[in-house]
């Protein structure tokens, strides 16, 4: 809440400048909020010649960075610390500050009411994605617990309450905490990362690569079989995906169809566990996907960006209908 205050405040100062291109003060807080602490994939450099010639020169690196495995249970097991390597296309903070400047002053006049939407999209692309848009490989979150990982899984129940659930008692406790707590849970996380497979800034599944933790703290290195070799996991197709959202912000393909008003787009599940209905279907929003965020990188808006902002605010008159 305090962070909240400090920057509402920092931005209202400066509000009547915004109307064009984002101030230094917008620049200065995404670069800190996003760039700064919102980045984690570390140790990345320009990528091969000849690799993602599609991409403008120098847009694409390589990331070869290092996450560590904590096990949190009794008796102690020791931590693993493994590398793991992604492709990232990530716009810096004068172009970040500029898609926020734009997508919020299509729906609000400079004040408050801007300022306020700033804030939320900061917010929300630091949640979703860190202000990285993986173009392939691999992103490791600890994003769920399991109940064949030795570890202790917090949870934040629907209600903000806070419990910890022993392993050996995993299912037990958390049955009941999403029973005490509104029938969901806000999140959980158990020190153990899952692995996640990206192609065009979206979680796909590949084959031989599941998007899971794995659960057998004996293994070393556990995701080495998915590891970049410059080859496989840059070049496997995708078999399926749950969601299809995007990053930098989880925009949905509902979302950017009722934005776009592209016919071709689906806007609703074909089955619980998969989005589109054929690998082809699957292929052809990824490519819309990194055409449209890689156009952005050369723009001064995302439309990506702008789809999640609309459906942010219940698509207002000045957004598409």
């Not at 939407?117 to 929300?124: D, G, L, N, P, T």
Request: net charge positive; hydrophobic share 35%; proline share 4%.
């Amino acid at each position: 809440m305090r962070w909240f205050c400090f920057v509402f405040c920092f931005l209202c100062a400066c509000s009547s400048a915004f109307a064009t291109e984002p101030l230094q003060s917008l620049i200065s807080l995404v670069n800190l909020r996003l760039v700064e602490d919102g980045r984690y994939m570390d140790g990345c450099k320009p990528v091969e010649k000849g690799l993602f010639n599609q991409w403008p020169k120098g847009s694409v690196q390589k990331c070869t960075y290092t996450m560590t495995d904590r096990f949190a249970t009794k008796p102690a097991i020791g931590s693993r610390s493994f590398k793991s390597i992604v492709y990232v296309a990530n716009a810096d903070a004068y172009r970040l500050a500029s898609w926020i400047n734009v997508a919020c002053s299509k729906i609000f006049r400079p004040g408050k009411d801007r300022e306020a939407c700033f804030v939320k999209v900061i917010a929300s692309i630091k949640g979703q994605s860190g202000a990285q848009f993986p173009v392939a490989g691999q992103v490791m979150e600890d994003l769920s617990c399991s109940a064949e990982t030795p570890s202790d899984c917090r949870i934040e129940r629907a209600d903000g309450v806070q419990v910890t659930c022993p392993h050996a008692t995993y299912a037990a406790c958390v049955a009941k905490a999403k029973n005490q707590g509104g029938g969901y849970l806000n999140s959980q996380s158990n020190g153990v990362k899952e692995q996640y497979m990206f192609r065009s800034g979206v979680t796909v599944r590949i084959g031989g690569c599941p998007n899971a933790e794995h659960s057998d703290a004996s293994a070393i290195d556990p995701y080495a079989a998915c590891r970049d070799d410059d080859a496989l996991n840059r070049t496997d197709e995708h078999v399926s995906m749950r969601s299809g959202k995007a990053r930098i912000i989880s925009t949905t393909p509902e979302m950017f169809q009722r934005y776009t008003k592209r016919l071709d787009i689906r806007t609703s599940a074909y089955s619980e566990t998969d989005y589109f209905a054929s690998v082809e279907e699957g292929r052809r929003w990824l490519q819309l996907v990194e055409d449209t965020y890689r156009a952005a990188l050369s723009s001064a808006e995302n439309p990506l960006i702008n789809a999640w902002v609309c459906n942010a605010y219940g698509w207002p008159k000045a957004c598409p209908r």
